[in-house]
């Protein structure tokens, strides 16, 4: 019952219209079973009436395989999710995914399975990333060694062991832009993950480019609602079961209701991001223009990235924790891609457990502000955005000025 059929797949694979794969996506066994919504599998364990035979389907899981006779259990498999990661997997043009319980336990995944399964204990990285990813992998927590490069040198930094090269585009939280496929090339052969979470499947597919790894902090515009949180690795069924096994042990799971409700924000998923990024490029431009605002930093589309995308990151003139607490519409958080536009200081927040001078050295100076825009009128959004920029007491900095404001920080 949980088991989608060889021609299933093939259905899915056959749709090319991104907005067709989103609603219809994991969806091909619902007529079957007769229902309209996917049902959420809330069972943590499964009859196996036949001992034998539910010791074989919990060894099938065990070695990473993608289907078995039964679940047996929650943390081996659950059917509520693989329609999630069926559906993703189509998004992303790659053979499957695998749900994880958060963004970090998928990054997590893919470094136990690319360098300690694989014995290959060095990471090549690109910064800047999302904070924590930059934390875990600087940590040594996972028994892994990290070497930060430029995208353009990250040939002239893999070494016999290097199991894995990591990059972000466009990156948490200035919106670098990275060329993947001049990343694969330099990798030579060594897996390469690709954070995906701020162009989202819609705007860009890494693993079109070479990508091994297509990571998604679910959490972020897939679910886009604020209110689940999971992440996604989509890759090859071979990769796959390497990152099943990682999560069976590890029991890093997604909730089931998790599944269910990234599934369902993938249904809506082109037209927040298509709404969202409309809005971004306007804000983008008046904000540009705005004397308080020193630098705008947004994505141009190429053909790597579909479109702009809905995040926007700039540098104030002044202190710019006092814009966020000047803002009465804009939400004052953390995280991204949810229906309501959210702003956040990622030195203070996101990206304060790197430290300070690597982070700036990285392009993320102290006076950046992360938006990630969403689905409120654009003009609401930009009158709370100008009059929180416009309250600010600050003396624009002579070039001088500038300089030593600079140096001081
Ligand atoms: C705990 S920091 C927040 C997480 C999220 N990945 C962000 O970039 O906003």
New binding site residues.
């Given amino acids: 019952m949980f088991v989608h059929s060889a021609e299933s797949v093939f259905t899915i694979r056959a749709m090319t219209r991104i907005e067709t794969i989103a609603v219809h996506g994991g969806r091909d066994d619902l007529a079957e079973l007769g229902v309209h919504a996917p049902p959420i599998d809330l069972s943590t364990t499964y009859p196996v009436p036949d001992q034998a035979l539910g010791g074989q389907a919990l060894g099938d899981w065990a070695i990473g395989a993608a289907h078995a006779t039964s679940p047996v259990y929650a943390r081996l498999h659950n059917p509520t999710v693989a329609r999630f990661e069926q559906a993703l997997a189509a998004l992303e043009h790659t053979e499957t995914s695998v749900a994880f319980g958060s963004?970090m336990a998928a990054v997590t995944a893919v470094v136990q399975a690319a360098c300690v399964m694989a014995q290959k204990p060095h990471v090549v990285a690109v910064r800047p990333l999302?904070?924590?990813t930059d934390h875990l992998l600087s940590s040594g927590l996972l028994g892994v060694t990290t070497t930060y490069v430029e995208a353009g040198l990250v040939a002239s930094a893999i070494r016999p062991d290097t199991g894995l090269v990591v990059v972000e585009t466009p990156a948490?939280?200035n919106l670098d832009l990275v060329d993947i496929e001049h990343v694969v090339r330099q990798a030579g052969g060594v897996p390469v993950l690709v954070d995906n979470?701020f162009a989202t499947p819609i705007l860009q597919n890494p693993a079109l480019h070479g990508a091994t790894y297509v990571l998604h902090?679910g959490?972020?515009y897939l679910g886009g609602h604020g209110d689940v949180l999971g992440g996604v690795v989509a890759c090859s069924e071979e990769r796959a079961a390497a990152l099943r096994q990682v999560r069976i042990i590890t029991g890093a799971v997604l909730h089931p209701l998790g599944g269910y409700l990234l599934h369902r924000g993938l249904a809506t998923l082109p037209l927040r991001v298509e709404a969202a990024s409309r809005s971004a490029a306007v804000l983008a431009d008046r904000l540009a223009e705005h004397d308080a605002v020193e630098f705008v930093r947004y994505p141009v589309a190429s053909r790597q990235m579909r479109g702009t995308g809905a995040m926007i990151a700039f540098g104030v003139h002044g202190d710019p924790t006092e814009v966020v607490r000047r803002l009465k519409l804009v939400t004052p958080a953390?995280?991204?891609g949810s229906v309501d536009t959210l702003i956040?200081h990622p030195s203070a927040?996101?990206h304060r457990l790197v430290p300070g001078e690597e982070l700036r050295a990285s392009g993320v100076p102290d006076n950046l502000l992360r938006i990630s825009v969403g689905l409120e009128h654009v003009e609401d959004i930009w009158e709370d955005l100008s009059s929180a920029l416009c309250d600010v007491d600050y003396v624009k900095p002579s070039p001088t000025d500038f300089l030593v404001m600079t140096a001081s920080r």
């Fill in positions: 963004g999302y904070g924590g948490n939280p979470t902090s959490t972020k953390v995280s991204l956040e927040l996101t």
